[in-house]
């Protein structure tokens, strides 16, 4: 529906942008450590599994203080958390603002994120802590389950987040939560490639290229449905305009070699060094247009 | 006009456009009283206009629109814009500290002391009303004078506004002066409305207008546009589920057990 849009703007930049892509890539990654647990070959792919819960905390770590340093007045984060209302007092949820939503689930996030990042690493040390011992049995998969649901919502109500809202391009369309997960693991995809490169087998290397590659396909379909949308407002002109169009060619390149990496699954060296450097690269300049242009 | 002010009752501005006069005695009130500070003077070359828009420290904005008359001649649409107030506010709806309040008047006050200044009010105003301002840390915008409310006396800007546009009081009264008002100038041939008066808009707003153009002239969203930022979460939520699942299904094939060995 084609609405007129008199909202001002927020004034959301960079540290909102670089939040928004790192919460993708750690949403991402420890969504990516759960299905190679929970889905993969048994230990087969061990080594990367591993790697993409110790990925996951620290970029998640990284998140609370770049929202804080957004914040007009960065000493009142924990409003987010508890209502400072006088009289009133108590927890503050408030669920038709996915900011508040966004808050709690990132706080659960890094909490189930750190519980895993450490039983990781003390496994990896060769530690058998009762950390180690939860996270082996039936206890640690739903930990990884309960995980990944959070991770999936990390990485994707950035979007919702900016819809819900009364911006031009923002609020005209509903894809962005998915354009923003489906991107974010395809970013995630390749960083734990990256770290992957010499700890697994070759196999492993290919499989994570696959999921990135199936990762672009959801992201391409989002894109397109993006247009789609923002064309029956339009405001597609507002993230075509003004050289906007230059960072989807980014966005575009990205999008090119993740879906060559899905072409020709089965090849070794479908992550050479320069297909994780452009896919990062596309996630980060889709998520620079989305939220600059309207500004 | 003097007005008893009570707790508990529904107050707000009937902003009569068509008595507008231009003077920024609105603005000045608004200024002295609320304590804030005035604008570097610069020329923007835009009518009579040298506030340019509602913000963090402009909570009253007089408009000077120029435009053509029915006959054809130039004309003037000049209204005294200000924080609607809206029964069913859109900065309240996404505030994640609890900051942004109704009062005992039923007015939309933001309190500066839970505020954290994370702008998503902003993003949600339809009417570009609040601003952040970098000194305090925190947004702001117009509170219909809740301590002058509070001390029984009206805000300051309708007070000092010498023609009547504004007009301040319990909204049940104000809606029957502006439908007087508008059958009194449809009598005389012309051909106003009344924004915000009804529920059409946002619920119905605390400070609702009577309008010689249609909104849109104003800068105001028509009533089809006057949408709410709620409606999205369903949507937007179900597109992040949709991804969710396929983003899964991609990795759960690529990550799948087959028959194959590192060795391939
Ligand atoms: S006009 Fe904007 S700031 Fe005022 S109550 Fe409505 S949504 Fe809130």
Known sequence: MDHEHFAVSPDWKWYILLYFFLAGIAGGAYVIGALLRLAGGAGRDRAAERLAFLVAFPVVLICPILLTLDLGSPGRFWHMLINTTPGQGGVNFVSRSPMSVGVWALSLFALVSFVTFVATLSEVRGGRGAAVRLMAGAGGSLVVLAGALLGLFVASYTGVLLSVSNQAVWSDTWTLGGLFLASGMSAAAVVVAQFARRRAGAGTERRLAEADGWFAVVELLFVVLFFITLGAAGTAGTVLGHGWALLWVVVGLGLLVSLLGLARRGMAGAMAVVTPVLVVLGVFALRAVIIFSPQ | ?264
Request: aromatic share 8%.
């Open chain 2, 1 to 264: 006009m003097s007005v008893t002010i009570s707790a508990g009752t529904a107050y707000g501005f009937f902003t009569d456009t068509s008595i507008c006069i231009g003077c920024k005695a609105c603005e000045v009130a608004c200024k002295e009283w609320n304590q804030l500070p005035g604008n570097p003077p610069h020329f923007l070359g835009d009518s009579f206009d040298n506030t340019g828009q509602l913000d963090d420290m402009n909570w009253r904005h007089v408009q000077f629109r120029e435009t053509t008359s029915a006959q054809g001649g130039p004309a003037w649409l000049m209204m005294s814009d200000v924080c609607k107030h809206c029964n069913q506010a859109s900065c309240m709806d996404v505030c994640p500290t609890g900051a942004i309040i109704r009062t005992e008047f039923d007015t939309v006050f933001i309190q500066q002391d839970v505020c954290n200044g994370c702008r998503n009010c902003i993003s949600a105003c339809p009417f570009g009303v609040i601003g952040f301002s970098g000194d305090t840390g925190t947004v702001h915008k117009c509170t219909l004078c809740y301590d002058r409310l509070q001390a029984g006396m009206q805000p300051a800007c309708a007070q000092a506004c010498p023609t009547q546009s504004i007009q301040f009081g319990p909204l049940v009264e104000l809606h029957a002066r502006a439908d007087m008002r508008l059958v009194a100038l449809q009598s005389q041939g012309h051909d106003p409305i009344l924004y915000g008066r009804d529920d059409n808009v946002y619920g119905g707003l605390g400070a609702f207008f009577l309008l010689m153009d249609k909104p849109e002239s104003y800068g105001l969203p028509s009533t089809a546009s006057a949408v709410r930022p709620e409606r999205n979460n369903a949507p937007g939520y179900l597109g992040a589920l949709l991804g969710s699942v396929l983003a899964v299904l991609g990795g759960l094939i690529a990550f799948r057990r087959r028959n194959e060995t590192e060795a391939q």
